[in-house]
């Protein structure tokens, strides 16, 4: 099943995760949440443009590429606290 974060028109959910990090909630049936630590204060916004455009376009998805424009608008609204639209 491809995820739909990767595969989705606007990639601005997954360009999120990877700035901010991410973390599923733990339930009853699954007590582990797993979580992502955040790499925006490690990568540029061309090499995080880099890796999410390599993602969605191997292992069988076939979303268009991300730009490092997209990239810094993301990372430019976290950096203000701004709310923006999520795909």
């Known amino acids: ?3 739909e974060a990767v595969n989705a028109k606007d990639p601005i ?3 999120h995760i990877v ?3 991410g973390a599923t909630p733990s339930t009853q049936t699954t007590p582990s949440a797993f979580a992502m630590p955040e790499f925006g204060w490690r990568l540029s916004d061309k090499e995080v443009a880099d890796v999410l455009s390599f993602i969605r376009g191997s292992w069988g998805n ?4 991300v730009s490092h424009d997209e990239i810094g608008r993301v990372r ?3 950096a203000t606290n701004r709310k923006f639209r999520f795909a």
């Open 1 to 3: 099943m491809k995820n």
């Open 13 to 15: 959910s997954l360009i």
């Open 19 to 21: 700035l901010a990090g």
């Open 62 to 65: 076939h979303a268009a590429a």
């Open 76 to 78: 430019k609204a976290l």
